[in-house]
């Protein structure tokens, strides 16, 4: 049986399930929510209760504290129809950007030149972001590298980033060839605006050049998590087959929803190669030559990004549905500008 939570403030409403979370379901709708831990310690997620009943497994530590008439929603399971009041995090302006300590959790090598690595947050703690967002490292004399967060926001017990080794790079050498599991770094995040419109029912094209990639993947986690049911497409950009990093996940996607294409796209391919060919935003364009009527979202060099821009434009696409976000991998000095 579900039940439906309704937000006095904005009227918003979204349906919780049997033994889900209040919060669980809003997320899983993109409903922003505020939240921090997602464990019942740290009371960020605290609403007024304005009615309805709310059960807990255990009382949740924060509960006390947070008061009469109050509940939390990363704890709580809805026993009725609620209303509850709340300041929601509508857009990614509306997102506390934090300075945190992460552990490294896992690095994994994913092809010759990409590594996946996994972030811990401290104990208790969660980051609340947008699907498509990017972090960055901290790093001891000042400067910062900027990363892209490769997960969805429902996905959240560590934080995943791809990250390009970029020949002579300060940074990723050191993530290469000197970083061990359980090291420290300081983060800042969440940061972007490469956001997913889950409000629109357009089909959504995703087109991604190397560790670009990374934000689509989260995005069209999200996207799936969202249960949008718009056709999307994924172009996926690469040199050769080796560059394709996480070659099966992308396969597992196209049989687990109807609704979902790729395409992988190689620039310089393999003798054995039988799939298309060239520049990625051309393979875009000889599939959809009117794109008036999508959302498109890209990432990755800013040659794929200004050239994608430049030929959807002349291809009708208006500029309020193409969302992009563009990685310099020239220097080590930024190996990714936000958008
Ligand atoms: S998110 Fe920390 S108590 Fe709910």
């Not at 922003?32 to 960020?44: D, H, T």
């Not at 959504?204 to 949008?228: D, N, V, W």
């Not at 959302?295 to 430049?310: E, F, I, T, W």
Request: glycine share 8%; aromatic share 10%; net charge negative.
């Amino acid at each position: 049986m579900s039940f439906t939570v309704t937000l006095s403030g904005s009227g918003h409403r979204f349906e919780v399930d049997d033994n889900e979370t209040i919060l669980d379901a809003a997320i899983r709708q993109n409903v922003g929510l505020p939240y921090g831990c997602r464990n019942g310690r740290c009371g960020a997620c605290t609403a007024d209760l304005v009615s309805g009943e709310v059960t807990y497994y255990g009382a949740p530590p924060a509960l006390d504290d947070a008061g009469e008439g109050k509940c939390l929603p990363c704890q709580g399971i809805a026993a009725s129809d609620l209303v509850l009041g709340v300041r929601e995090a509508e857009t990614t302006a509306d997102l506390e950007v934090r300075m945190l300590p992460v552990r490294v959790h896992a690095v994994d090598h994913l092809s010759h030149d990409v590594v996946r690595m996994q972030l811990k947050l401290p104990e208790n703690q969660r980051l609340q972001f947008m699907a498509g967002q990017y972090l960055d490292f901290l790093l001891p004399d000042g400067r910062k590298r900027a990363f892209s967060i490769a997960n969805a926001p429902h996905d959240d017990e560590f934080i995943e980033l791809h990250i390009r080794h970029v020949d002579g790079g300060e940074f990723t050498d050191w993530v290469f060839n000197k970083m061990h599991e359980r090291a420290i770094l300081r983060i800042q995040a969440p940061l972007g605006s490469f956001v997913l419109d889950e409000e629109s029912d357009r089909p959504m094209i995703f087109m991604g050049g190397g560790t670009g990639f990374a934000p689509l993947k989260g995005q069209i986690e999200q996207a799936f998590r969202a249960k949008l049911k718009q056709p999307i497409h994924l172009y996926w950009g690469v040199r050769s087959k080796r560059d394709l990093y996480l070659p099966d996940l992308p396969e597992q996607w196209v049989r687990a929803h109807a609704n979902f294409s790729f395409v992988p796209v190689l620039s310089e391919p393999d003798e054995d190669w039988q799939g298309r060919t060239g520049w990625v935003h051309e393979a875009v364009m000889a599939d959809f030559p009117d794109l008036s009527t999508y959302d498109l979202y890209m990432a990755g060099p800013p040659p794929m990004v200004n050239a994608g821009r430049d030929a959807f434009r002349a291809a009708g696409m208006p500029d309020a549905h193409m969302h992009y976000d563009s990685f310099e991998y020239a220097e080590d000095t930024r190996d990714k500008v936000g958008d």
